[in-house]
């Protein structure tokens, strides 16, 4: 033996390694290799309910979208009619108010002429009642004979001053 090798030593070894490789197969690498497959299968069992449940979200994402869509459809409608609405009962009121103003502008236009014909017949009636009050004084002061030839020779001065070019009409 040269290198002081002894191969029962050796095939021993190889023995007691091909038992320890077999034992640690059968304690270790078949538990720990069904353990990876447990939690492979886990992890794919995980990542389908996880690609479902992405489905079923952009479903109801769709959904939702769609509902929300029909939703403000509708209040966009309902906006136009309570706008139509609005706009028609302004117009409504518009119209009444324009009724009652005319009513009240006639009203006044009435009564205004009633006034005017009120004050133009007082004031005709005070007219009439100075001119007869004036005639009466003028008459009674002016009927005297003295007061009567003052004015005619007032007249007749008059006359005289004024050339007959003056009296032309022109």
Do not use: C, W
Not at 157 to 168: A, C, F, V, Y
């Amino acid at each position: 033996m040269p290198l002081n090798i002894d191969f029962l030593q050796v095939l021993l070894h190889m023995l007691n390694f091909v038992i320890l490789a077999g034992g640690l197969s059968l304690l270790l690498f078949k538990p720990i290799s069904k353990f990876l497959d447990q939690r492979r299968a886990h992890f794919e069992t995980l990542e389908a309910e996880n690609a479902r449940k992405a489905q079923e979200n952009d479903q109801l994402k769709a959904e939702y979208e769609k509902r929300m869509e029909e939703a403000n459809a509708e209040i966009a409608d309902m906006k136009q009619k309570a706008e139509k609405e609005m706009a028609d009962a302004a117009e409504s009121y518009i119209n009444k108010a324009k009724v009652k103003a005319s009513a009240y502008l006639q009203a006044a236009e009435t009564e205004a002429e009633e006034r005017k014909q009120h004050i133009l017949d007082s004031a005709q009636t005070e007219i009439g009642e100075l001119v007869i009050s004036a005639a009466q004084k003028l008459l009674s002061d002016t009927v005297t004979p003295e007061r009567d030839r003052e004015l005619y020779d007032a007249f007749i001065r008059i006359g005289k001053q004024e050339t007959p070019e003056e009296r032309k009409p022109q």
